[in-house]
């Protein structure tokens, strides 16, 4: 560091000390999630506007503008291919980003998003979207506000935002990728729907005590390789995973005593993310390289231990004898066959999050339309219930019976993350291609898991994917690990090689 | 608000947004206390010094003092009687106090605080005060420091950080009321020894399921008027009541399956506590006239319904069939007049917070002679262990048997609170005279508790305490509710007549 010029020292230590101002942040949004009572929501709504606004003014103060224009020579930082090199490129895109947007309008997203998430949470549970829809108006002119200053090459407000979840994805190129995905998912769900199989998904709806659906859920989260001495496990109404600070990793998930899947593997989930988290370069905290590469990346990765290995019939190989212990009442006379059966059963179901491998992708693209419907200004949120109804029922030949059931069921929309959506998928797809290549290298991952092994592959992700931070482009990184160009054709062949099987196809 | 003078509407739209920042921090000291992951600790000493180091440059910004010179008539605030003027008064010391500390103290304390705590609760849970020792060292250099800073009328440091917590308190007029208590208490603890009386205090220390200790925690709290809608009640090593922002007040407590009076009393405490903060005016939150007056008068309200309502018979007399229904196991057996002799049994401890009525404000004269010769510079950290030992013989004719249970007791001076322990004792003395004038005035409150009535008592302490924020310093709060200056015998009168009966004095 020493040795680095001045500015990219003074550079560094800013975008540290506004990663702190950051992450307090980040804690006040956590306790939103988790504690809060609440008549505080309001007040909350004040405190992290407050701490928006003020982390904004430092991320676009002119000294950074001007130690950035005085580190374009790439070779006073170690050369074009630097580490160093990488943190000004991607702070200098921050930069450029954040200038865009003036103060008032981050506070605003930051106030409104908070209050908005809180009617949210309110209206789903009494399936109520009326008392939504003013909340949603609103943050979608927020966010048409914020693409307009943001600007895109393509022209599309979609690509504004969703640039900045998934650097360097636009509209095309995931439409692309999603047309390829969905043809062949049509075709897989039509084939499984016909096979006549038919899974004993209801032993999954037995009775799960959720004090013990919580120590198992810790057991495998611990298991896999997430460390509970820099991270926790707590309840919320959205399950999520929140950095908080370099070593403090924050899980949630939500318990369903009737459920046994949806906080299990939502766990697994967000285990998933939360490994990412610890795996990235603590003392890089706030700097590209100290962070994740895409939300892809991350779904990846959380995506990853969900379903190619938490799904996997070599996991509950090890995990269902005292799986099986732990829920006597709903398990005993299940075996582990008719168990795999049950949690990878493919069916159309309202909630995205419950969904299956195959279907979950279909959700997606029907967000990732209805989205950019939104942000393009061509739907507005007093039709979107309806509209959303008639996509569903196109995509997967049914209507939602309520709004909690249907565009009402994800968080996303009302704290203002349109174009996120398609990071999910995106995410299944690297997922399947950097998994097959963690096979190639490490041998026979499923003979691993049996015995429990975890820790060769959350070891190879570490050095492969966590390491590099945000140092590549997010189909940059898939192809240096894989040695061959992002695409869709290893999830493809994951979930035919899985569920061709499981359903008798030929 | 609209026909005051601009200087003072820019004054209190500027402390009001420092109270939002501030209470951001508070937001980050609660997660400390009760969900950090280990290893997140010394990250959190970053965010929670930055934060301090932001809040106090805007504290003690030259405009909060140019407003101030242009307040200086308080007949354009509506009379020195008014609340603006008293608002602006407090704002004064306030802004006077905070330029006295360089930005680097303030940053220090906060960190150093941080790691204090945390070596503080890691050298109590192993008994290991050399661990902390370093900590207690350069948390006592750094007090003085502030205590040089700030200076003091009577050129006393220690009454530079007393009156922090208890304006216009001073070492000379703590030490006169202790005096006058002192030698009252001794010789009713005498009295109390030789009467041969001896409650069985050991049904308290009988199985009590924490869970269920829980329960009738949140209940009992809710019933004397704590609002759950704008609080919550968490587990801490220490227990605690912090206020995170204007509607959102955290209590915390801990359990312990062998000790009933521990978690149940330490509720009440706290819930004492929260019910002021819920008092409070939370239009003005950030204002004096939206805060609490002093941390004697706090004290004042979480003794009076830990002791004065909690410890009572009425009290018991409503609550205890339902607890000795919760808990079967411990209390079946065990008549109301057992439980209630259990629960105000007088003997000497080594532990504060578990201390009777009667000994716990020798516990406090201790620490206040001790914090003295500490911050007098008389005392290091090195002899701290030796001379605790010997003065807690001294007052209790017995000695500590380990560190834990003697001078690593309390968290207090780990975070620098030094000063802070003798509003402990004033509270007391505070929370006897307000609470028989509130008996004067509302008739028989035994009779009302007796039928679970707490609401009449909350209110009126809403009216006579809460209200009127920090308008008065303690005493002249005290003389105002009560027509009569403040004075120990009130708290001398109601020990001696509630415990002479129980151990038969004459």
Avoid at 161 to 181: C, K, M, N, W
Avoid at 358 to 377: K, P
Avoid at 397 to 418: E, K, N, R, Y
Wanted: hydrophobic share 35%; proline share 5%.
């Amino acid at each position: 560091m020493d040795d680095m010029p001045q500015a990219y020292q003074d550079l560094v230590q800013e975008l540290q000390s506004i990663a702190v101002l950051r992450s307090c942040a980040s804690v006040l949004s956590w306790d939103e999630q988790t504690y809060l009572p609440p008549e505080a929501a309001e007040y909350r709504a004040e405190q992290l506007s407050l701490l928006a606004g003020m982390s904004h003014d430092r991320a676009t103060s002119p000294k950074i503008g001007e130690w950035l224009e005085q580190l374009t020579d790439e070779a006073a930082l170690g050369g074009s291919e630097s580490v160093a090199a990488a943190n000004v490129r991607e702070a200098k895109r921050g930069y450029e980003r954040s200038t865009k947007l003036p103060r008032r309008l981050v506070e605003e997203l930051s106030r409104v998003g908070t209050l908005s998430q809180q009617a949210w949470i309110t209206a789903r549970k009494n399936d109520d979207y009326e008392t939504f829809k003013p909340w949603l108006t609103k943050m979608i002119a927020l966010k048409r506000e914020e693409a307009a200053a943001l600007g895109s090459e393509s022209g599309l407000a979609y690509d504004a935002l969703l640039d900045d979840y998934e650097p360097g994805a636009t509209t095309e190129i995931v439409s692309q990728a999603f047309q390829q995905l969905r043809e062949q998912l049509v075709e897989l769900v039509a084939a499984i729907r016909d096979s006549g199989v038919e899974p004993q998904h209801e032993i999954l709806t037995r009775r799960y005590p959720t004090e013990t659906q919580r120590q198992l859920g810790l057991h495998a989260a611990k298991a896999i390789g997430f460390s509970f001495e820099s991270g926790r496990l707590d309840v919320s109404a959205h399950p999520m995973c929140c950095t908080l600070g370099p070593r403090d990793c924050r899980l949630t998930t939500r318990y369903d005593e009737k459920h046994f899947p949806g906080a299990f593997f939502g766990t697994l989930h967000e285990a998933g993310h939360g490994i990412y988290e610890q795996g990235l370069d603590s003392s890089a905290y706030g700097l590209a390289s100290g962070e994740a590469c895409s939300l892809g990346i991350h779904e990846s990765q959380s995506r990853m231990w969900e379903n190619l290995v938490g799904r996997s019939m070599a996991f509950w190989e090890h995990f269902y004898p005292e799986t099986q212990q732990l829920f006597p009442e709903a398990l005993s006379d299940v075996d582990l066959a008719t168990f795999y059966g049950a949690i990878n059963d493919v069916r159309p179901t309202w909630i995205r999050v419950e969904a299956d491998e195959v279907t979950y992708n279909l959700h997606i693209m029907l967000r990732f339309e209805i989205e950019q419907a939104l942000i393009a200004g061509d739907l507005s949120a007093e039709e979107l219930p309806d509209v959303w109804n008639k996509t569903f029922h196109s995509y997967f030949g049914m209507t939602p019976p309520t709004h909690a059931l249907g565009c009402l069921q994800d968080v996303h929309w009302s704290i203002g993350l349109f174009g996120y959506f398609p990071t999910y998928a995106l995410g299944n797809m690297y997922a399947s291609q950097i998994f097959q290549q963690a096979g190639t290298e490490l041998g026979d991952l499923p003979t691993m898991f049996r015995k429990g092994e975890f820790t060769p592959l959350k070891e190879w992700l570490n050095k492969n994917v966590h390491a590099h931070g945000r140092y590549y482009r997010a189909p940059q990184l898939v192809e240096k690990i894989t040695g061959t160009p992002f695409s869709a054709e290893p999830l493809v062949n994951h979930l035919r090689s899985k569920f061709g099987p499981l359903y008798g196809l030929g």
